[in-house]
């Protein structure tokens, strides 16, 4: 998939104009937000669908959308993470007039809609003409908007992995013999990669040979300061930083599972695409995580520093059992996580929105 990315027009769009503008809320981190955006931009792209995208991260972004909007160039928006677009129509007040849909990203509905935000998020989730979630469970959290429940969408996430150049064990002083945990996540404290640290230092004195490795951007600056030097003195920990998305495949390969710790999520993306190579997981049991593996099939759940260690011992001393758990974690992503039908689902909703606006 992902070849020949040439515009061209949507199936069912029968008259000008025809294109649909994404709003990113970012584009040049490696993150969820900004991975998720350039999956969808380049699977419809192949679709035949005409789309476009700015990213609010970067500020000559408004007058560009304000003058497009003056020009028609648009059919309607399609917005990620309710909190950002909020601030968009803030922005670009003539946003308001433009059909809407919404891919809701996680953080968005967790605390956005729990916080000082909630009656701005409420309003954009009102306006828009349909609101797409990763998971059906975040459905009950949409539940306060009055007649809104045929205007969600669930549509679980694809996983989508570039390859290029290929990392080695001897490049980051692994030893063939390590057990390698891996933790693809931007320090932010929403993450808690605090919590996957403490776990895996409980069981280090016993098994010498574990590392964890960590990828991923410093988003919040502070705690990433925090964080790294808690960890400064400990060999065991790698932080490699923000890597170029095309590269992550090989970095999984590195990795024997891979941990997600977050306090919330909307679907564990990164998770996804470790386990889509083989990769047992060992997640937090927070909503978004939930539900996506059975426990004890493909990888464990976890809800404190003490059952991660347990469940990371077991796994680090039973390379079978690695390797039976990480064969089903890629059954599991190939039958439920599947980037085709992730993008049908979206052009069928695009299709939809062509006919009703």
């Known amino acids: 998939m992902f070849s020949g990315i040439e515009g061209r027009p949507l199936e069912g769009g029968t008259s000008e104009p025809d294109r649909v503008l994404m709003l990113a809320p970012f584009r040049r981190q490696q993150r969820g937000n900004a991975i998720t955006v350039e999956r969808l931009y380049r699977g419809l792209l192949e679709q035949g669908c005409r789309v476009e995208v700015e990213a ?52 968005d509905l967790h605390y956005g809609l729990r916080g000082p935000k909630t009656r701005e998020l409420r309003d954009i989730i009102v306006q828009a003409a349909y609101t797409v979630v990763f998971n059906p469970q975040f459905k009950t959290l949409l539940e306060f908007v009055p007649d809104f429940e045929n205007r969600v ?34 320090l932010r404290p929403v993450k808690n990669l605090d919590l996957a640290v403490a776990g895996l230092a409980l069981i280090k004195p016993e098994l010498p040979h574990l590392k964890l490795l960590i990828v991923g951007a410093a988003i919040d600056h502070g705690y990433a300061e925090s964080f790294l030097s808690k960890v400064a003195d400990w060999p065991w920990v790698l932080y490699l930083g923000e890597i170029p998305h095309r590269q992550m495949a090989s970095l999984y ?24 190579l083989a990769r047992p997981a060992l997640l937090s049991a927070v909503p978004g995580n939930l539900g996506i593996m059975e426990h004890g099939r493909q990888g464990y759940y976890f809800a404190s520093p003490e059952q991660l260690a347990e469940y990371a011992l077991e796994l680090a001393r039973d390379p079978e059992k690695r390797l039976i758990m990480g064969e089903r974690a890629r059954d599991l992503t190939g039958r439920c996580f599947s980037l085709t039908a992730e993008i049908n689902a979206y052009k069928h909703l695009y299709s939809i929105m062509f006919k009703q606006h």
């Open 153 to 186: 969408v669930s549509i679980p996430q694809g996983v989508w992995l570039e390859t290029a150049e290929s990392w080695q064990r001897r490049q980051l002083d692994l030893a063939d013999n390590d057990t390698v945990f891996i933790l693809p996540s931007g």
């Open 56 to 107: 609010l991260e970067d500020e000559t972004c408004w007058a560009r959308i304000a003058r497009a909007l003056e020009q028609n160039r648009y059919r309607f928006v399609h917005g990620f993470n309710a909190y950002y677009i909020s601030e968009a129509f803030k922005r670009v007040p003539q946003l308001a007039g433009w059909p809407l849909l919404l891919t809701t990203t996680g953080t």
């Open 253 to 276: 390969l590195l990795g024997d599972v891979v941990v997600n710790s977050s306090l919330a999520e909307g679907q564990p993306q990164a998770a996804l695409e470790a386990m889509s």
